[in-house]
Every structure is written in structure tokens, then in C-alpha cells.
């Protein structure tokens, strides 16, 4: 089961990378989604069930290991340096303050995994997009769009981690813990 998470977790992440770059970025009104955002929301949920499985010290290897394939599958697809750069950082960052608050936080395990990957979430699309997408690095989004572009991505990755969050908190996993802890 440990293995099959983790194998998820990773994939999850090389997937994303590859949807983004086959695919142009959605409009959803003024909103700007790559396609790969949809699979970063889960990427949120499934790092929580891997630091759930293996536990916060091991998370960090499995982190790392998803950061050197991120970069490695962002340079494969040939993306510009700042790309595989700003991908790298954020991925860091993000997933990061996601293992930080869900270690942290002493809420039923739906609310830690939603309120743990909101918060990466947004980390993650304010980061990427203004260190790697904006004109302070490869230059693709001007300034004007740079908020819709952090603003699709919150609404999507929000969405998916309301829907991730209430699945796990559904879930015969989140009834044991409440036992566990009765």
C-alpha cells in the first residue's frame, strides 16, 4: 500500500508536467488553468496520504524525489531553464508548507488535508507563475495577466482539494483515525 501511494504521489507530478505542456492552458473566463493544474490539486491530497503512510521525515525524500523528477520531465519536454527553475522552486515550497501544516494542525484528517493543501496550492500557483511565467523570469504572461493566471489556478486546485478533502474525510480511512482518537 506504502508503495502504491508513493507511486501515485510521483506520477501524479510527472503527469501534470506532461499535460501541461501537451495541452494550451484553459480559459475559464478571464482566468487562466494550465492543464496540469488539475492533477497538482491531487498531487496536494496524495502527498498527505504518503506523509500518512511513511511519515514526515520519509515525505521529504519522497518530495525530493518527486522535485528531481519534476525538473528532469520539465527539461525533457524542453522547457525553458527558468521553467524547469521556477518548477523546482515552487515544487520546494509548496509541497513543503503543505508537509509543514498537515504535520501541524490537530483537525479531523478531511479539514488537515484540505487546509494543508490550500495553502501549498496557493504557494504554488502565486509562486510559479510570478518566478517563472511573468516577466521576471521566461517572460510568457505579461504583468496584466499575471493575477488571472494565479487566480485560475487557486479556483481549480481549490476545487480539487474541496473535493479530495470531503472524499478522505468520507473515507473508512478518516473513520478509523476518529476511533483511533476516541
Do not use: C, H
Not at 523528477?69 to 524542453?78: D, M
Not at 504557494?123 to 495577466?145: R, T, Y
Request: glycine fraction near 10%; hydrophobic fraction near 55%.
Amino acid at each position: 500500500m506504502k508503495a502504491v501511494v508513493i507511486l501515485l504521489y510521483l506520477s501524479s507530478i510527472v503527469v501534470a508536467n506532461v499535460v501541461t505542456a501537451s495541452f494550451a492552458p484553459l480559459a475559464l473566463g478571464p482566468l487562466l488553468v494550465p492543464a496540469g493544474s488539475l492533477l497538482i490539486g491531487a498531487a496536494f491530497v496524495l502527498r498527505d496520504f504518503v506523509q500518512r503512510a511513511i511519515g514526515r521525515g520519509r515525505t521529504y525524500a519522497a518530495i525530493l524525489t518527486a522535485l528531481a523528477l519534476s525538473a528532469a520531465t520539465s527539461a525533457a519536454l524542453g522547457d525553458t531553464l527558468w521553467i524547469v527553475f521556477a518548477s523546482a522552486l515552487t515544487f520546494l515550497v509548496s509541497e513543503t508548507a503543505d508537509t509543514e501544516i498537515y504535520t501541524r494542525l490537530r483537525l479531523p484528517l478531511g479539514w488537515r488535508v484540505f487546509y494543508s493543501g490550500l495553502v501549498g496550492g496557493i504557494i504554488d500557483s502565486a509562486l510559479f507563475v510570478v518566478v517563472g511565467l511573468s516577466p521576471i523570469g521566461a517572460g510568457f504572461l505579461p504583468w496584466e495577466a499575471v493575477g488571472y493566471a494565479i487566480a485560475g489556478q487557486v479556483v481549480v486546485k481549490t476545487a480539487l482539494q474541496t473535493l479530495g478533502a470531503a472524499a478522505v474525510g468520507l473515507s473508512p480511512i478518516a473513520r478509523e483515525t476518529r476511533e483511533a482518537q476516541s
